[in-house]
C-alpha cells in the first residue's frame, strides 16, 4: 500500500531514506532547513550538500516548510541530528495528522538530562500515543543504503501493528527491517555506540592495535548494556542490530565521524579543534553530545562505565589520550560479565 510520507532531515540520512521509500513505491516530501537543499532536490533530483552524487526519484518533492512536509501525512520519518530534533518536533507538531505514526531515526540522546528521541518526540507532539512513536536504528551508512546496498535495521515500537506498519514501509529486497518492542534498549544501543566509536577512533588514532579495537568494542557493548539495563531495557536488545551489530560497524571502519572524530584526537588533533574540523564540513559527531549525556547517567545512577567516563574526560576534562590508556590499563578487573550477570543488580561492579 502506498503511504505518504513525510522525511524530516534532508541530511545523509534524510536523503538516503527519502530514496529508499520513493524507490519502494511511497509518496515522500523531504523537509528541508537549507532552502537550496529543498530546491535542489525539486528542481534536479539531487540534494546538492547531502549525499551530492545520488540521483533521487522523480517523485520525491522536498520543502523549507515544515508545516507543509507534515500536512496530510499518515507517516512522519524523523532524521535531524538530536541537538535539533526539539525544535524541528515543536515545530512539526501542530501540523500532524491525528492519525500519524512517527519513527525516529535519529541516534542520539537529549542533554542535558537522558532524553530518548522518542521520548522528546512524545514532549512535543502530545497528541501522539506512545504506541506510535517508532525507532529506528541498527548498522546502517547512509552512502550505502543510497546505493542499495544489502542492509539490515531494527525498528522498535510498543504497539506490534505499528511496528509492523513501519516494516512493511521500509522493507526492500536490499533493506530488512526487523521489528522490536524494546524500544529504550534500540534507542540507548544506536546513541551509546556513538561514544563506544570515539574511544575505538582513539585507540587507531594511538595505533594501539586491533586486539586492543576488539577490547574496546566487548567491554563498549558491556558499558551499553549495564546502561540500558538501568533504564529499563532487554539486555538481549544488544546482541542485535542496534547493539553490537551497529558497534561493529561504526567502531571498525568507513564513514563513521564519531570513529574520524576519535582518531585526529588519538593522532593528537585537540578534542576541540577536532570538533571544529568534523563541523566545518557540515557534520556533527552527535557522540561528544552523548558522552556528556552518558556521563551525567552513570554518574547519578553510580554505573560504573570506564570506557564512557574516560571519553568525556578526553573531550571535555583535558585528559590526554596516553594518560587514559593507562588509567583503563591499570584498572581494577572483576569477572568478566560482573554486574549484568543475573541478581548483580545494581550496576557498579567493574
Ligand atoms: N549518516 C548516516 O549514515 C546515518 C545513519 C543512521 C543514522 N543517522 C542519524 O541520522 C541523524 C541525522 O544524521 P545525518 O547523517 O543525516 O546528518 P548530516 O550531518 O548529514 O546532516 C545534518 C542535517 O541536519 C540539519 N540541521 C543542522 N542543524 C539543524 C537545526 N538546528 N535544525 C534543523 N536541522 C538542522 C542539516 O540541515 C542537515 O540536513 C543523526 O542522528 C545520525 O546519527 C545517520
Not at 218 to 233: D, F, N, P, Q, V
Not at 301 to 308: E, Q
Request: charged fraction near 20%.
Amino acid at each position: 500500500m502506498q503511504e505518504k510520507i513525510a522525511v524530516l532531515g534532508s541530511g545523509s540520512w534524510g536523503t538516503a531514506l527519502a530514496k529508499l521509500l520513493a524507490d519502494n513505491g511511497h509518496d515522500v516530501i523531504m523537509w528541508a532547513l537549507e532552502e537550496e537543499v529543498a530546491e535542489g532536490i525539486n528542481a534536479r533530483h539531487r540534494n546538492p550538500l547531502y549525499l551530492p552524487e545520488v540521483d533521487l526519484p522523480r517523485t520525491v518533492r522536498a520543502t523549507a516548510s515544515i508545516g507543509e512536509a507534515v500536512k496530510s501525512r499518515g507517516v512522519v520519518v524523523s532524521a535531524v541530528p538530536s541537538h535539533a530534533l526539539r525544535g524541528v518536533w515543536e515545530r512539526a507538531a501542530g501540523a500532524l495528522s491525528a492519525d500519524a505514526i512517527a519513527i525516529s531515526c535519529t541516534k542520539g540522546i537529549e542533554s542535558p538530562g537522558f532524553k530518548r528521541m522518542t521520548e522528546v518526540i512524545a514532549e512535543c507532539a502530545r497528541a501522539l500515543p506512545e504506541g506510535r512513536i517508532l525507532a529506528l536504528s541498527g548498522p546502517s551508512f547512509a552512502k550505502e543504503v543510497a546505493a542499495g546496498r544489502p542492509t539490515s535495521v531494527v525498528i522498535a515500537g510498543k504497539d506490534p501493528a505499528a511496528a509492523r506498519r513501519a516494516q512493511s514501509i521500509f522493507r526492500s529486497r536490499r533493506f530488512l527491517a526487523f521489528t522490536a518492542s524494546d524500544v529504550i534498549g534500540v534507542e540507548v544501543g544506536g546513541a551509546v555506540k556513538n561514544v563506544i566509536a570515539i574511544a575505538a577512533g582513539i585507540t587507531d588514532g594511538m595505533k594501539l592495535g586491533f586486539n586492543a579495537r576488539a577490547s574496546l568494542i566487548t567491554r563498549g557493548l558491556y558499558e551499553m548494556i549495564k546502561i540500558g539495563k538501568a533504564l529499563g531495557a532487554n539486555p538481549l536488545t544488544f546482541a542485535g542490530l542496534s547493539g553490537i551489530g551497529d558497534l561493529v560497524l561504526t567502531c571498525t571502519e568507513g564513514f563513521s565521524r564519531n570513529h574520524l572524530l576519535g582518531r585526529l584526537i588519538g593522532e593528537g588533533a585537540r578534542p576541540e579543534g577536532a570538533l571544529s574540523e568534523i563541523g566545518r564540513s557540515g557534520m556533527v559527531a552527535e557522540g561528544a553530545e552523548t558522552a556528556r549525556a552518558v556521563r551525567g547517567l552513570i554518574e547519578s545512577k553510580g554505573i560504573k562505565a570506564p570506557i564512557c567516563e574516560i571519553v568525556h574526560r578526553i573531550l571535555f576534562e583535558g585528559l590526554s589520550p596516553p594518560e587514559a590508556m593507562e588509567m583503563l590499563l591499570s584498572l581494577d578487573l572483576g569477572e568478566e560479565m560482573g554486574s549484568i550477570t543475573a541478581g548483580s543488580y545494581p550496576l557498579t561492579g567493574t
